[in-house]
């Protein structure tokens, strides 16, 4: 299942997120109305490939599902950044206010989050998706290895993906966030606190300590809980493979 985020996709209403951009400098709305249809243009083929990735994910959780009896993805989530993220993580991060900037700076305008039943799942799917021939890898950020210091944990793949267009195939780039729902479901909590929270700052330190205390106690209940999957998984795979054998057994002894 896909759920997409409403995305901002006529020339209406990507003028109308810059007339509501909330930046210290008028340059950076200046600059993102002067190329509100190069804004268009862009955001057209990194929708394109955030659907083709995501189409490749969802036959790889069909396959999974007809070959193990068990679906890899829980559910995803697709977005693209509005011009507003944009234009604030291009001032926040001094990059140079061009096109070419943006397209060269910014890996995140297009993403996909992969909600996975569990952490194997998260590294079966997305290596599978990172060994598909027309897909280049740019960059991993294993923070489920190396947890940040909030007590984050997600796989972030960003991936250069091919789209067709009329002229020719350009490869645009597509954030995936691989998770499990235990790691979603902390990082939307956490980042309600962070973002949207109205709590006194030593509300909000005191909580910040809880959840990063949860996220080591969500990691270890998950790798208990991967090891009886684990099992499971395992004991069908012997299963399948005895009921083959027994079939061509049973097919040797009939001829
Ligand atoms: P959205 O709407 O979720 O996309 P930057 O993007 O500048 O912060 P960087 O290095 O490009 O930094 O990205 P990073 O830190 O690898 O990952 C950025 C995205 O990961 C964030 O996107 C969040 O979705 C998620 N993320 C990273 N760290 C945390 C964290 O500590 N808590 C939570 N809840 N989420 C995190 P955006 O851009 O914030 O927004």
Known sequence: M???????????????????LDTNSAIFSEFALKHVSDFLDIMQVYRGAM??????????????SMRLSHNPIH????????VGSIMEKME???????LESLKKN???IAGIRVVCNYVDDVYAVSKALCDQDDIEVA????????????????LHVICMVPVYLSSGCVKAPVEVQFRTIAMDYWASLEHKLRYKSILPTEERTKHSKTLQDCAKTLAKLEDEMQEVQRDLISTQKKLALGSDSGLNESRQTNS
């Open 92 to 98: 926040r991060r001094g990059f140079e206010l061009t």
């Open 139 to 154: 960059l991993i950020k294993d923070y489920i290895a190396n947890p940040k210091e909030t007590g984050y944990r997600s």
């Open 51 to 64: 659907q083709e990735a995501g189409t490749k994910l969802e036959i790889l959780d069909e396959e999974y």
């Open 75 to 82: 559910h995803m989530e697709r977005r693209l950044k509005s």
């Open 2 to 20: 896909i759920l997409d985020h409403e995305i901002p996709f006529s020339l209406m209403k990507i003028r109308q997120q810059i007339q509501n």
């Open 106 to 108: 910014v890996y995140d």
